[in-house]
Every structure is written in C-alpha cells, then in structure tokens.
C-alpha cells in the first residue's frame, strides 16, 4: 500500500515492493544456555545484588538457574539442620 502512494505521488514505489514468503520450518530451540554447575554454586553464595553482580560479570542468568539456586540453598541449609540435630542426638 505505501509502494502504492509512493508511485501515485511520482518516485518509485515500485523498486521498493517485496515478495514475502513464510517459512516452512521454524526451529524452537533454546534461547539461553545453561551455566556450570560451578556457576550455580558461587550464585548461590551470592547474598547480594552487587555480589550476584560480580558473579555473573553482569551477564544474564537463566531462571532455571535460579531455581537451581534456590534448591541448592534449601538443601544446604536442610543438611545443616539435620547435622545439628545429628549432633544433639548423639550427646543424649
């Protein structure tokens, strides 16, 4: 349609008009790529924004690998709990 006002107005609109064709084949892949898993843990030491800052240099992380995170810390502090308890039950 713009093509069209152009020519009506006297450039050429013509030279500008485009054939488009849809693509058969869309290829889904993966927009982000895992970090290592040494990656993940220094995350999960990070306790603060400039901290997860320096970790990441200030690149994207992927939401799996916060979900990462946030495990890795659970169970971190779920074997410190079991430890004390562990240490408590032996003195009786």
Known sequence: MTCDLLTV?????????A??????EVNVGLVTVPHPKE???ALAKASTDGAIFA????DHFTSDD???VAKLRARKSRIGQLKKSRRKGSRD
Request: proline letters at 0%.
């Open 39 to 41: 990656h993940v843990e």
């Open 19 to 24: 054939a488009l064709r849809k693509k058969k």
């Open 66 to 68: 916060m979900f990462k």
């Open 55 to 58: 970790v990441t240099s200030g």
């Open 9 to 17: 107005s006297g450039f050429y609109g013509h030279i500008l008009k």
